[in-house]
């Protein structure tokens, strides 16, 4: 969201972002994901480019 904003995209000052769950469930996923990432980084979570348009759209 930032980066569009960046490149001049018109973004809402407030859009409410749903936070990662990271459980039982799927912790696996994302420590075999780990050695993707600097030891000084952290892991994120995958994430959908439509789903943040659609975020951005409705809250516009």
Do not use: C, M, T
């Amino acid at each position: 969201i930032a980066v569009k904003a960046l490149q001049g995209e018109d973004i809402p000052a407030f859009v409410e972002v749903p936070l990662p769950i990271i459980d039982d469930s799927n912790v696996d996923e994302y420590l075999a994901r780990a050695g993707d990432f600097p030891a000084d980084g952290y892991i994120f979570s995958p994430w959908d480019e439509a789903l943040f348009a659609d975020i951005i759209a409705g809250s516009k």
